[in-house]
């Protein structure tokens, strides 16, 4: 790796909270990043990987391992072995993971991208299932959708080092739906859990779920026992209390139909993310 190399652009109180919070030493950045990539290329050749080119290796690309376990090179290590172990556990239900060909789920309504940051700096993803067209589009495709969405969000440094905001609005959503998402393998497995605390570059700061019905407690409460301790923390239940969303979110930027003052949540931020062509 060439001296001086540029493998970040933050600046200013970003780059500020990534010292202060991840430890990220400008002095010391592309020693960890060459530390890293050693270790993985060393986990490789342990493996008898048959190609380890198809695992991206670049320093923008190991950098946001180092950032997502704050500098911690063995936990980066970890991390990077999970990612790709991850995906080829689950090759066969990921399947496609493209944003063309996923299109009909980011317009169908059921998730969205805030234009604004929240208060603390984080990207905020919002979830509403009841618009899920579950007799046209299988489960796993929110999954495919879903870890789509993640990639290219985490491809910003501010998201890197800011981190990621999930809220759910459950108004609307049947028990058919929730029996239907509960007797799933990406229940019964804990597949989403695994993936957000165990195999994806992102610092997740809060999955908020509003309007939650009684019956939500059926798959929360087999997904629980898969979740460490810090991420049940950051587990919030606003039930129709939706002032207290705007702790995170100031009101005006918070859409309508999530309880604030802004537009309704649409697709267009998070079509133009993805280089998906509006309708």
């Known amino acids: 790796m060439a001296e001086g190399e540029e493998v970040t652009a933050i600046s200013g109180a970003t780059l500020e909270k990534a010292i202060s919070e991840l430890h990220e ?12 990539r050693k270790l993985v290329e060393s986990d490789e050749e342990a493996e008898g990987l048959v190609d380890p080119s198809l695992r991206r290796k670049d320093p923008k690309f190991l950098l946001r391992f180092l950032r997502a ?17 991850f995906r080829a556990k689950h ?13 009909h789920m980011y317009r169908c309504g059921a998730m969205s991208l805030l234009e604004h940051r929240d208060k603390t700096g984080c990207a905020v993803m919002f979830f509403k299932p009841s618009f899920w067209p579950m007799d046209q589009y299988p489960l796993m495709d929110i999954v495919r959708a879903l870890l789509v969405f993640l990639e290219r969000l985490i491809e910003d440094e501010e998201n890197q080092v800011h981190g990621l905001r999930f809220v759910y609005n459950y108004e609307g959503v049947s028990l058919y739906q929730v029996f239907t998402v ?3 393998d990406l229940a019964r497995k ?25 019956y939500i407690s ?17 587990f919030h239940l ?5 002032a207290s969303l705007s702790q995170y979110i100031d009101l005006q930027d918070l859409p309508s139909d999530f ?21």
């Not at 030493?25 to 890293?36: A, H, V, W």
């Not at 980066?76 to 990612?83: G, I, M, P, Q, V």
């Not at 059926?218 to 950051?234: D, Q, T, V, W």
């Open 190 to 214: 804990g597949i989403m859990v695994e993936l957000i605390q165990e195999a994806f570059p992102g610092r997740f700061k809060g999955l908020h779920f509003l309007n939650q019905p009684w």
């Open 182 to 184: 509960a007797r799933s």
């Open 69 to 85: 376990k704050k500098f911690d090179v063995e936990r980066a290590r970890a991390l990077y072995s999970n990612y790709y172990a």
């Open 259 to 279: 309880g604030g003052e802004g537009p309704p949540s649409s697709s267009k931020s998070l079509c133009t993310l993805l280089g998906l062509e509006q309708n």
């Open 238 to 242: 606003h039930g129709a209390d939706y």
């Open 25 to 36: 030493d400008p002095s010391t950045r592309l020693q960890s990043i060459d530390d890293l």
């Open 218 to 234: 059926i798959p929360l409460s087999i997904i629980m026992p898969f979740m460490k301790a810090k991420l049940r923390e950051r």
């Open 91 to 103: 090759a066969d239900i990921l399947g496609t993971l493209e944003p063309r060909a996923l299109d």
